[in-house]
């Protein structure tokens, strides 16, 4: 059934869908970006896949020569028969924007948001790209792989590590080794 | 209770302000649990009947920082976050002590990444830190016998402003 779909859109969408792989039941369809709208409105409207899964990207930085650097992936059901989709495009360093699909799923539009605080991934026509988990003073994109795996961004100064506990000038006993309470018991 | 045995016939009891003082504190503590994961389970397992941490005289969870003394904070706190505890830490009144239970808010856990505090004291001070990834109701028990042995060992002025409450930058 999932492999009809496949057909459809390689009949269909000839010139855009770039690769397809079936790996058991689970189709895949990595079509061009220009064409990310069209093929998310004829799998929603003509092939029935009424329910969004999940969106997300993937950085493949420094993988291999030439390829564009993030994918974004695309998963959709059916709930007719359960059958599911997934759809890729990949985007290069230089722009990296694609279509939003919030206008044909609702919950397309936190996934874009999230994705784009992560990847740097610009929907076009989305409209309200507001982080959604980061706060709004985090520059950088932290799941791209050329964010150092160290940087953190504190919203408030930071304790030193002299501060951190509280002082007891008058109690000597290292942490660890306190005084036997004898009421304790 | 046996008191009233043990006591029959005495009248008053000689002791020193300090000990008296540092024994009422330590038997009733008022938590506010701050529970941000998944440490809260075995937060609730401890607070429950089987383990209940009300024995200890910690039995009481008030959820305005202000009539609490007692903050316990269970599982990963994110940078997103960390203003919020902060702000609940200075809303408290003083005497004040602060327990990290659990792996990720004494040192982040393994959530080494952009989103998480490495351990709750960068943000506010904190007295006794319970390992385990969650700890067992067991281990907390031990961290809180500790924090109650803090307190009955503390002067009288451990609790003054100067002393116990700084300003947080």
């Not at chain 2, 397992?45 to 903050?71: I, V, W």
């Not at chain 2, 506010?124 to 067991?138: A, H, K, L, N, S």
């Amino acid at each position: 059934m999932s492999m009809e779909t496949i057909d459809l859109l390689k009949e269909r969408f000839a010139d855009a869908v770039e690769e397809t792989h079936n790996f058991r039941s689970d189709h895949t369809a990595r079509v061009k970006r220009e064409a990310w709208l069209p093929v998310a409105t004829f799998l929603r409207n003509e092939a029935g896949f009424d329910m969004w899964i999940d969106l997300t990207a993937a950085d493949y930085q420094g993988r291999e020569e030439g390829l564009p650097r993030f994918e974004v992936i695309c998963h959709l059901r059916r709930m007719k028969d359960g059958a599911r989709i997934r759809i890729k495009a990949r985007l290069p360093e230089s722009d990296p924007s694609i279509d939003t699909l919030k206008t044909l799923w609702k919950g397309a539009d936190w996934m874009e948001r999230e994705c784009h605080e992560m990847y740097g991934i610009d929907f076009k026509g989305h409209g309200d790209q507001r982080p959604l988990l980061l706060y709004a003073e985090f520059v950088g994109f932290p799941l791209r792989k050329d964010y150092p795996i160290g940087r953190r961004q504190p919203r408030i100064p930071l304790l030193g590590s002299e501060e951190r506990r509280f002082s007891r000038p008058e109690d000597e006993t290292p942490h660890g080794h306190l005084p036997e309470d004898k009421n304790n018991g | 209770m046996g008191i009233e045995q043990k006591l029959a016939g005495v009248d008053f009891i000689a002791t020193r302000a300090e000990f008296f003082i540092n024994w009422a504190r330590k038997w009733s503590l008022f938590q506010y649990p701050f529970v941000t994961a998944c440490c809260g389970m075995e937060f609730m397992s401890t607070m429950c009947s089987k383990f209940d941490l009300a024995r200890f005289g910690a039995e009481f969870p008030r959820f305005t920082p202000r009539q609490a003394d007692f903050l316990i904070v269970v599982g990963t706190v994110s940078h997103k976050q960390a203003p919020i505890l902060r702000r609940v830490y200075q809303q408290m009144c003083l005497p004040k002590w602060v327990i990290a239970f659990g792996a990720c808010a004494s040192s982040g856990g393994f959530y080494d990444n952009y989103a998480t505090v490495q351990g709750i004291d960068k943000v506010i001070p904190v007295d006794v830190f319970i390992p385990g990834c969650p700890p067992r109701p067991e281990m907390v028990f031990d961290g809180f016998m500790k924090l109650q042995a803090i307190i009955q060992a503390e002067k009288l002025d451990t609790h003054t402003v100067e002393n116990k409450y700084r300003t947080l930058p």
